[in-house]
C-alpha cells in the first residue's frame, strides 16, 4: 500500500512565504540537494522566490520527506512551462513515493496554469534521479550549456 503524502505549497502566487514553518522544515532536506546554500536560508530562498520561484513540499505527520522548487517561464521553444530549479527527497526515504507525489503535484499545478510542459535539468551524475525521471515519462530534449560567470 502507497503511502500518501501531504503536498504543501509553502509559497503563494507571488512568491510569498505562507508558511515559514515548512520552510523551515524543508531546509535540512534541501541542502542534501544543494549543500552550498547560505548559511541564511531563509533570506536566500526570499530572494529565489522573490524572483519567480515557488516551493512546495511533500510531508508526511510533522516531517518534510520532498521539496520542489519551481516556476512559470514562457519561452519561444515550448511555450509556457512549468520549470522545476530543484527536486530532492529526503535520502533516507527514498523509493516510498515522495518524488513520485511532488512530480504529480506539480504536474497538476502545471496544468492548472494551463503550461504546455513540465521541465528540469538534472546533473550528468544523477543517474538515479535519470532512472526515476524515465519511469515517469519525462524524455531527454536536449543538452544543457553553460559558461561560469562567477
Not at 552550498?36 to 512546495?56: E, I, K, T
Not at 496544468?111 to 538534472?122: E, G, T, V
Request: glycine content about 8%.
Amino acid at each position: 500500500m502507497a503511502t500518501e503524502f501531504r503536498l504543501i505549497d509553502v509559497t503563494d502566487d507571488r512568491g510569498g512565504v505562507t508558511e515559514p514553518g515548512w520552510l523551515a522544515r524543508a531546509e535540512a532536506i534541501h541542502r542534501q540537494l544543494r549543500t552550498d546554500l547560505p548559511a541564511d536560508y531563509a533570506r536566500r530562498l526570499a530572494q529565489v522566490f522573490a524572483n519567480g520561484a515557488r516551493m512546495s513540499v511533500a510531508v508526511e505527520g510533522e516531517a518534510v520527506r520532498g521539496v520542489a522548487v519551481w516556476r512559470l517561464i514562457e519561452n519561444t521553444y515550448e511555450g509556457r512551462r512549468l520549470y522545476v530549479d530543484d527536486l530532492v527527497t529526503d535520502q533516507t526515504q527514498r523509493s516510498r513515493g515522495v518524488g513520485h507525489a511532488l512530480l504529480g503535484h506539480l504536474e497538476q499545478r502545471a496544468r492548472q496554469q494551463a503550461c504546455d510542459m513540465l521541465a528540469l535539468d538534472s546533473g550528468t551524475q544523477r543517474s538515479d534521479a535519470h532512472r526515476f525521471y524515465f519511469r515517469e515519462d519525462m524524455a531527454i530534449s536536449s543538452f544543457s550549456f553553460r559558461k561560469r560567470l562567477k
